[in-house]
């Protein structure tokens, strides 16, 4: 089992920035792939950034269209940590974001193919 825990959600205004964590726990070995979802009240969850393992030492980042030039997923594998950097928010950002992880997926951008998750953390922006 992997364990998720966010943190870094919050109240910000329209062209600020925000900085999510997740720190993954437990069976570390399977967070080869590492993401960030959000979902917005009566919306399904959707993908905005993934990060994964491509040989020994790279990864390769992958972005929703709709976040491109403003998200930037990190991640520091000493800390067993993930990050999202978040510039010129938009109130259409506003939603909980949720870190997931799994070993292997077939498709990095949909939510059923992660098992691991964690429990959410708010991001709120006003116009």
């Known amino acids: 089992q992997v364990q998720l825990v966010e943190s870094g959600g919050g109240l910000v205004q329209a062209g600020g920035s925000l900085r999510l964590s997740c720190t993954a726990s437990?069976?570390?070995?399977?967070?080869?792939?590492m993401g960030w979802f959000r979902q917005a009240p009566g919306k399904e969850r959707e993908f905005v950034a993934s990060?994964?393992?491509?040989?020994?030492?790279?990864?390769?980042?992958t972005y929703a269209d709709s976040v491109k030039g403003r998200f930037t997923i990190s991640r520091d594998n000493a800390k067993n940590a993930v990050y999202l950097q978040m510039n010129r928010l938009k109130p259409e950002d506003t939603a909980n974001y949720y870190c997931?992880?799994?070993?292997?997926?077939?498709?990095?951008?949909?939510?059923?193919?992660?098992?691991?998750w964690g429990q959410g953390t708010q991001v709120t922006v006003s116009s």
């Open positions: 990060t994964a393992r491509d040989g020994i030492r790279a990864y390769v980042t």
């Open positions: 997931a992880a799994d070993q292997s997926v077939n498709n990095l951008m949909s939510a059923r193919e992660y098992n691991y």
């Open positions: 437990g069976r570390t070995f399977s967070t080869n792939i």
